[in-house]
């Protein structure tokens, strides 16, 4: 079984204020975990993905996230936002084994001047 | 470009009225899968094909059937829609653990 459980469902921001988005997983094989944007009346875009190496990835946009293992956690973070960064974003990950992918239920962003 | 299409983008139907949603992709991609999107609950997947003629379930399989008869095309199929399955859909390819790209969605309603 396996599911991704994103802590916070809206997230306020003012702008250039720093923003943490929260995700934890539970697989019980081991996964590989991506972050998703969905900007407003859009698709979906990957942010970036961590699949080995080194647990810190960076993405688009001034976008990292951390990868830690022991806590099967993948947060999401920007030390500063913009307008432009309201968004929902979700977390997502792929099993290794049916390399099947399932999202969380998505944080809104809503970055305010 | 490289891209996922569907169609129709926007559709209104009736209870009980059979209807299909088309799915293309030119990357030639092996995994393809179906999402529906409702508020607060993220997207939630319907069902995902590994390659042609391998289609599996996934977390809301009931009321659709998918086919993957060619590696591009993967259609959604609503036999007997209902209004709960009211909402966007998602259709998506990926090669492997590469970028997974996502169509532009199609809006649903059932009356």
């Known amino acids: 079984a396996q599911s991704v459980t994103q802590l916070d469902s809206q997230v306020p921001v003012f702008e250039e204020a720093p923003v943490e988005l929260r995700c934890n997983y539970s697989?019980?094989?081991?996964?590989?975990l991506f972050w998703y944007v969905q900007y407003p009346n859009q698709g979906l875009q990957l942010l970036l993905k961590?699949?080995?190496?080194?647990?810190l990835v960076k993405g688009i946009n001034g976008f990292e996230a951390e990868f830690n293992k022991s806590q099967t956690s993948f947060h999401l973070r920007k030390p500063s936002v913009h307008i432009s960064d309201t968004a929902e974003y979700f977390c997502a990950v792929i099993r290794s084994n049916d390399y099947k992918l399932s999202f969380g239920a998505g944080t809104t962003v809503t970055v305010r001047a | 470009e490289a891209q996922v299409t569907q169609n129709p983008r926007y559709l209104i139907t009736v209870t009980g009225k059979k209807l299909t949603v088309t799915c293309s992709q030119n990357?030639?991609?092996?995994?393809m899968s179906w999402y529906r999107q409702d508020p607060g609950l993220g997207l939630r997947q319907i069902y995902y094909?590994?390659?042609?003629?391998?289609?599996d379930k996934g977390d809301v399989p009931e009321g659709y059937k998918v086919s993957r008869k060619e590696k591009r095309n993967f259609p959604l199929i609503l036999e007997s829609p209902s209004p709960n399955q009211t909402s966007l859909y998602f259709c998506a390819s990926r090669q492997g653990l590469e970028t997974q790209y996502f169509g532009p969605g199609t809006r649903l309603l059932v009356l």
């Open positions: 094909s590994m390659n042609v003629e391998v289609t």
């Open positions: 697989s019980s094989v081991s996964v590989y």
């Open positions: 990357m030639n991609h092996e995994y």
């Open positions: 961590y699949l080995s190496g080194s647990t």
